[in-house]
């Protein structure tokens, strides 16, 4: 089992930066997908960016492109998640998970078996 942690939550204005960093105990071969998602207060997990190899193209949902980037550095093990311009609806928990491609949504939260402590991101207006 792969164990994840989470790193680079915090407080920040709205407008502002912040870069999660999500690193693997074990080795992060091409065959795993890995994903962010997000939790705020009484709502339920939510992805937010996802990776599939050999797919080129990261996966977004709605409220974050152009905003959020998902990246993965294999040499360090190392899972990013670069956030500009954030705004107060993007404070929540963050986690990372990974999961072997199994054909199902990367968005299925219940279909990911590791997962990180998660790192809180609190936005002010």
């Known amino acids: 089992q792969v164990q994840l942690v989470e790193s680079g939550g915090g407080s920040v204005q709205a407008g502002g930066s912040l870069r999660l960093s999500c690193a693997s105990s074990?080795?992060?071969?091409?065959?795993?997908?890995m994903a962010w998602f997000r939790q705020a207060p009484g709502k339920e997990r939510e992805g937010v960016a996802a990776?599939?190899?050999?797919?080129?193209?990261?996966f977004y949902v709605d409220s974050v492109k152009g905003r959020f980037t998902i990246s993965r550095d294999n040499a360090k093990n190392t899972l990013y998640l670069q956030m500009d311009t954030l705004k107060p609806e993007d404070t929540a928990v963050y986690y990372c998970?990974?999961?072997?491609?199994?054909?199902?949504?990367?968005?299925?939260?219940?279909?990911?078996?590791?997962w990180g402590q998660g790192t809180q991101v609190t936005v002010s207006s």
């Open positions: 074990s080795y992060l071969t091409d065959k795993y997908a």
């Open positions: 998970a990974a999961k072997s491609p199994d054909g199902a949504s990367l968005f299925a939260a219940a279909t990911y078996k590791n």
């Open positions: 990776i599939l190899p050999p797919i080129v193209s990261p």
